[in-house]
Every structure is written in structure tokens, then in C-alpha cells.
């Protein structure tokens, strides 16, 4: 047995079956493959950390009815790495081809392997997971297709410190003759037949990553996909299969993220043994990449997280990644600052002097950060014309963007922008220019969405442009922070496979950006919460999480997005009251409550706050400045479902155990009635805490066993937090 550095193992053949087992492990869990005699690349095992033997078992089935290969091994129910189509798999294939023939027949065999040390991969031009001081190592095995040439590299890598495998795949076109790639899945999982649920984030706009879980079932092909150009508001690209009874905190559980903010497709399906395929790629609609010979494809990174813990170990470990391993800014590790926002206090309806006078205001709360939203630049009066023209509106700010900074920064704040550099508006200067770089078919009308259309990303000139015309905005004034907007679905695209081109050149522009103004805090945003994907994160530390701030509301959706993103990530902020979205009424505190576990800010016109509420703002905003430590670099743990109880409980403990925050929230009340205990979780039992407000010591083990009777008001939509430290 060859042994490097222990996680990735690989034994030759002892009996005969296996010609070559490949084992790697992470902290806890153990992925096992092996290379059968006919030379396909079997899966065998994904689940908790086994010690390596002198070979795995494939277990063949005999060929009763269906297709068979050599000695009647029958393939359409054997395990997988990376499946093909059209010769014995009777199943969803993880790629599939047009060879030049015109035929779609593929056969993928092993070819070789290596092993990288001290190594991660980087992916061309799309983001992906890097090192950070973690020890990791690359298994690259490479498939070939004798017939036709083409040569799949699959890539795998693993960590001691995290039970994640980091998968992709590149294509080579080692023929003389042109292969058309038409669907190309970044990591193909086959899990041996048992019995599965599948987890899920659908929603739209206003309600983004609505948790779902159904049963997985004999024979099903269920397809989480979208196809809208960014990762969207109607599913998101991270999916778990969890072992039917797996909840937050038990039972086998696996993650499957996609480091890709484009179309993409979660596919899953139970073969007629009760298997589950598991596949998450680029989505196959309107896909398609021709391989001319000698070149070569790759397809983005997909996180494989395993965790024997429930939902929950899943969620920390994929924190702890993006966290440390994924995000390049800087601000990922720094407290954010505490911001106003005016886009609900006035929309496009602003001067000078209404913006002064909320900054004012702000600064006596404590708030640290004023963000400038939609409607500073071009002609910008409403949604219906501006974007693409760079440059301030004189009318509604005479001081030009560098001297609004500067008043902002004089009263005490830094400043922040909004921006939405993907778009153009017909009615703009940039398109009067240029009507040729909106994204369009030659002959056809595009669709307009918000009186906008798409700048064709797929050209670089386009990409200098919005470079250059941004770059010149941000180093114009003194600019601390960027909302990146992006309003509108993609449509009326040019040729297959153009979405995967146009991420290429949204990447370019976003690391190019990002990297060139390291000491600006960037949040992602795209009407909410429809491009909230490990793809931004790679490059921005913060994402708005969905336009309904209604706190009620946001208690779901932050919950379920806490399942696959880190809580610091998530923007959160507090609104007036009848909430613009839903109109609900909901205190003041019960706002600040839910949003403290987020990236915090006020988005409503401070000026017209009563004194009492003012006061409250102020306590809230103090009491922030103390929590945002532990938001940032905590563990975090949903111990009530929203989805399923009229409360809501969510807890983040820091890594040492030490601190300690926990918000519950009951959405209505109910006359006469006991409320339940609340019961913290991950505490050191043998210390003592102190809660930060009342003074009063509990004990570690109280906290978790006993339990503390929450304090509510007498009304719907109360909460009830504890801020807790050791003693
Ligand atoms: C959509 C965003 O989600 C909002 O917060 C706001 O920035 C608007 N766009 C501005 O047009």
C-alpha cells in the first residue's frame, strides 16, 4: 500500500477484482474508489472514516436482461465516479458527447493518476477553493475514450482539517477531430441504495431558499436546476441528501455546492436498485462547448461535504471553508461595520440634503457606515433609464460623488455605493453608443426585464469598459464599501454554452475589481437574494440575502441559508414597520434580533424615527459592536425550525466556547399557554456564564439540560435573546 501523507491512500490489486482502490480521507470521513478489471472507475464507498484495507469490494451483479460488458458485468446499477452514456449505464449520464461521427457513444476508462502534494487546484478563470495553510493533496485521475479521444480529467481533493472533497473535471480533445461536449456535471456521487431525503432551496423574489425535503424515491429523476443566468432566486446551487431521520444535529448527511454563480443543475436519481445518483454541474439546457482538437474544458468546482452530524455539521463545515478557504477578501475576517442604507428610506426620491440628514442622524446612533443605493449616476430618476452611465448625477448631488464622501466622511461615517455594472438600459448613453453590447440574437428583440438588458460579458472589450468605467468611479471618491447589484434574468442569449462564457468574463471583471480595491468591503446583491452562491462569495465576503426584510419573513429565510452559507455572509437589515414587502408590524427589537445574526445594517429613514425608538436604535447599535465578533468567526446551530414550529431558535457558539448568543423568536402568541424551555446547545457544561445584560449566572450544563424561560411581550412576532460569556 502507497501511503501519501495518509489522505490519499491507493492499494494494487489483491483479489483480482480491483485493479487499482484509491482512498481518501478528511478529518472524519473516508471516499473510496477503485479501478474494476475492465477498467471503469467504480465508486465504493462516501461516509465516515474507515481505515484503509489491501483493496474494496465491487460488487458485481450478473447480467440477467439488461446490457452487459465483458463477463456479464452489468453497469446500469453499479457505482460510478463519472458515468457515461450510451454503451451499458442506462442512466443520467455525469457528461455526454456528439462525436464527430455524429453519434453520442462515450466509454470513459482508466488512463492513469496522479497524486499533487501541497496542492489545490486553481481553476481558469473561475473561482475555486484555495489552500490557506490547510494541508491538502489532488488525486487527478484521467478517463480516456479509446474511440473517440476525448480525455476526462477528474479532480479530487482533500483536507486533514475538513471532511469536504473539492471535485471538477477537465475535458481534453486529444483527436484530430472536433468532439461537441454537450452536457458536462462537475462531480457525480453514487450512493449505494438506502433510504434518502433530498434538501432543497426553491423559491423567487421576496422569499429566497425556501427549505424543502422530500423522499427520494425508487426510479425518480428529480432535476434541481435553473436556467435563468445567475444562480437565482428559484433554486439554489447547493443541495444535501440526508439519510431518512438525519435532522440538524444526527444522522449521515452530504452537501453538494457549487463554487458557480450561472446555470446550474443538482440532478438526482434512484435506479430501479434504489441507488441515488447524485450529480451537480453546469445545468445541460442550453449548454454546449465544442472541442476542437487539442483543447480542453473545465468545468467549475463543486464541494462535496460530508458529515455524520446532521444538517448542522454539514452547515459549519461548509462555514469554516468559505470562511477560511474560499473567500479572498480581507474583510472576510474583519468585523463589518455597522451600516444605513437609503434605498427604503427614500428610493430614487433624494438629494444632498435628505441623504446629510440621515448620515446625521445615523452618526449619533452609533451606525458607521452610510450606503449611497440606485440612483446617484446618469439619468436616474427611476428604473426606466441610467444604467451604464457612470457618473454622478449633478442634479441630485452638486458636491459630485467625491464631495458627497467627503461630507459623509466629515459627519463622522465612511461611505458606500450601490452599483449594477452588468447592465445597460436602452434609454442610456452607453447604449446609444453601443447597442450592440447588450446581449441579443442578430434579428431579434431582446426581452427586457426592469427596462434593463444584459451587457454581453462574453466580449472582453465590454469587460474593459465596465472595468475602466468602475474602476474610475471607486478611486474618484473616497469609497469604503460597494453593493454589486444585478436586477434582471438572463435571456435572448447568442449561442449554446453562452452563460458558462459569460460567467468567464463576470468573474474577470468582479476578481479584477474586487482584487484592485482590496480595502473595499464588496456585497453582492441581485434583487435580493438571487446570485447568493459560493461563486460571489469566492470574492466577496457579504451577499443581500433577500429584499424582504420583514423579520417574520427573514426568520425562514435566513434559517435556510445558514444551511449552506456562512451567518456572516448573510446582509440583514433592519426596516420600518408597515414592512415595505409584506406590511407587517413587528417591534423594533424583534428586528434588531433576528437581524444580529447577519451582516448588519438599518435600511429606513432614521430622521423619522420617534425619540423612543431612536434611543432603542442606539442600544441596538452598541449591542451589535459587541456581537459582531462572534457572528463572524462562530459555530452556528438552528435548534427550532421556523419551518416547522411557531419559533424560531438559533444559536452561535464561538469556536472556544466561550461566548455564546442565542435569539428565539415565537411568530404568534397564544392566550394561556406555557412556553417551552429554551435549550442551548455546544456549551461547556462544567463553566459558568454570564448574561451580558441581566448580570445573571447560569451554569453551562443549566443552560443545556434545564433550559431558561424565555421573556416575551404580550403580542405576536416577540423575541427573546440571551448575549452569554463565560466567567
Ligand atoms: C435590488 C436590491 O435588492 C435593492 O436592495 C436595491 O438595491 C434595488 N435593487 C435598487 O435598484
Redo the contacts with the bound molecule.
Keep these: 500500500m502507497k501511503g501519501v501523507n495518509g489522505i490519499i491512500m491507493i492499494t494494487k490489486s489483491t483479489n483480482k477484482i480491483n485493479e487499482t482502490t484509491f482512498y481518501l480521507s478528511g478529518k472524519t470521513m473516508s471516499y473510496i474508489m477503485a479501478v474494476d478489471k475492465i477498467g471503469y472507475l467504480r465508486h465504493i464507498y462516501h461516509g465516515s472514516k474507515i481505515r484503509p484495507r489491501g483493496g474494496s469490494e465491487i460488487r458485481n451483479l450478473d447480467a440477467a436482461w439488461t446490457a452487459y460488458v465483458e463477463d456479464r458485468i452489468i453497469l446500469e446499477t453499479a457505482l460510478f465516479e463519472y458515468p457515461a452514456y450510451g454503451h451499458a449505464d442506462l442512466r443520467i449520464p455525469s457528461y455526454s458527447v456528439t462525436n464527430s461521427g455524429g453519434d453520442s457513444v462515450s466509454e470513459l476508462k482508466f488512463k492513469g493518476f496522479e497524486i499533487k502534494e501541497n496542492h489545490v487546484p486553481e481553476l481558469n478563470g473561475l473561482p475555486c477553493v484555495f489552500a490557506g495553510g490547510k494541508t491538502a493533496q489532488t488525486l487527478e485521475i484521467t478517463l480516456a475514450d479509446e474511440k473517440s479521444g476525448l480525455e476526462a480529467v477528474l479532480l479530487y481533493t482533500v483536507f486533514e482539517e475538513y471532511d469536504v472533497l473539492l471535485r471538477s473535471v477537465v475535458f481534453r480533445n486529444t483527436s484530430d477531430k472536433p468532439i461537441n461536449i454537450d452536457s458536462a456535471y462537475s462531480a457525480n456521487v453514487d450512493i449505494e441504495q438506502g433510504d434518502y431525503d433530498l434538501i432543497y432551496f426553491a423559491g423567487s423574489w421576496g422569499r429566497e431558499r425556501d427549505l424543502h425535503r422530500q423522499p427520494i424515491q425508487l426510479g425518480s429523476k428529480t432535476d434541481i436546476s435553473a436556467a435563468r443566468g445567475s444562480s437565482s432566486h428559484c433554486i439554489n446551487p447547493f443541495v444535501m441528501i440526508a439519510e431518512r431521520g438525519a435532522d440538524e444535529e444526527h444522522g449521515n448527511v452530504f452537501g453538494f455546492s457549487l463554487i458557480y454563480s450561472g446555470n446550474h443543475s443538482s440532478m438526482i436519481e434512484c435506479d430501479h436498485s434504489g441507488n441515488v445518483r447524485v450529480m451537480q454541474g453546469i445545468n445541460p439546457l442550453d449548454f454546449g462547448k465544442e472541442l476542437k482538437p487539442g483543447e480542453s474544458f473545465e468545468t467549475p468546482q463543486c464541494v462535496l461535504s460530508f458529515s455524520a452530524d446532521g444538517i448542522g455539521g454539514i452547515s459549519r463545515e461548509l462555514s469554516d471553508l468559505y470562511r477560511n478557504n474560499l473567500c479572498r477578501s480581507k474583510w472576510v475576517h474583519r468585523e463589518r461595520p455597522v451600516l444605513i442604507?437609503n434605498?427604503e428610506a427614500t428610493y430614487f426620491d433624494f438629494n444632498e440634503e435628505k441623504l446629510l440628514a440621515i448620515a446625521k442622524k445615523a452618526k449619533e446612533a452609533g451606525i458607521e457606515l452610510f450606503v449611497l443605493?440606485?440612483g446617484w449616476f446618469g439619468k436616474r430618476d427611476d428604473?426606466t433609464s441610467g444604467l451604464g452611465d457612470w457618473f454622478v448625477n449633478l442634479k441630485k448631488l452638486p458636491s459630485g460623488l467625491d464631495g458627497l464622501a467627503k461630507k459623509i466622511n466629515d459627519i463622522g461615517l465612511d461611505f458606500g455605493l450601490?452599483i449594477?455594472p452588468e447592465m445597460v438600459n436602452p434609454d442610456s448613453e452607453l447604449y446609444r453608443a453601443h447597442p450592440d453590447w447588450a446581449i441579443h440574437v442578430e434579428g431579434r428583440e431582446p426581452a427586457l426585464s426592469r427596462n434593463q438588458l444584459i451587457l454581453d460579458l462574453s466580449r472582453p472589450e465590454v469587460c474593459d469598459y465596465i472595468i475602466d468605467a468602475i474602476s474610475k468611479v471607486l478611486s474618484g471618491a473616497n469609497i469604503s464599501y460597494v453593493?454589486w447589484?444585478m436586477?434582471r434574468p438572463m435571456t435572448d442569449m447568442p449561442r449554446k454554452g453562452y452563460n458558462y462564457e459569460y460567467m468567464l468574463g463576470f468573474y474577470r471583471v468582479m476578481g479584477t475589481l474586487t482584487s484592485s480595491f482590496p480595502d473595499i468591503l464588496f456585497e453582492g446583491?441581485?434583487?435580493?437574494g438571487g446570485r447568493f452562491d459560493a461563486g460571489v462569495l469566492a470574492y466577496m465576503p457579504q451577499i443581500?440575502t433577500s429584499?424582504d426584510s420583514d423579520a417574520i419573513a427573514r426568520l425562514k429565510i435566513q434559517y435556510s441559508t445558514s444551511m449552506g452559507y456562512p451567518i456572516s455572509s448573510m446582509g440583514a437589515h433592519v426596516t420600518a414597520v408597515p414592512n415595505h414587502q409584506v406590511g407587517r408590524v413587528t417591534p423594533l427589537k424583534t428586528r434588531a434580533d433576528v437581524a444580529y445574526t447577519g451582516a448588519f445594517g438599518y435600511e429606513l429613514d432614521i430622521t423619522k424615527m420617534s425619540d423612543e425608538e431612536f434611543e432603542e436604535v442606539k442600544r441596538q447599535v452598541e449591542k451589535v459592536k459587541k456581537l459582531r465578533g462572534l457572528t463572524l468567526n462562530g459555530d452556528f446551530y438552528r435548534l427550532k425550525s421556523p419551518y416547522e414550529t411557531n419559533c424560531c431558535m438559533w444559536e452561535t457558539v464561538s469556536k472556544d466556547k466561550s461566548e455564546v448568543f442565542v435569539m428565539v423568536c415565537r411568530v404568534l402568541n397564544t392566550a394561556n399557554t406555557n412556553e417551552p424551555h429554551v435549550r442551548l446547545t455546544a456549551l461547556d457544561p462544567d463553566a459558568d456564564y454570564r448574561d451580558e445584560e441581566t448580570g445573571r449566572i447560569y451554569g453551562g450544563d443549566e443552560l443545556m439540560y434545564m433550559g431558561v424561560v424565555p421573556v416575551y411581550e404580550n403580542r405576536d412576532f416577540s423575541s427573546f435573546t440571551m448575549h452569554l460569556k463565560r466567567v
Excluded: L, S, V
Excluded at 525 to 528: D, E, K, N, R
Design positions: 442604507n434605498w443605493d440606485d428604473d450601490w449594477e453593493k447589484d436586477n446583491c441581485a434583487g435580493g443581500w429584499d
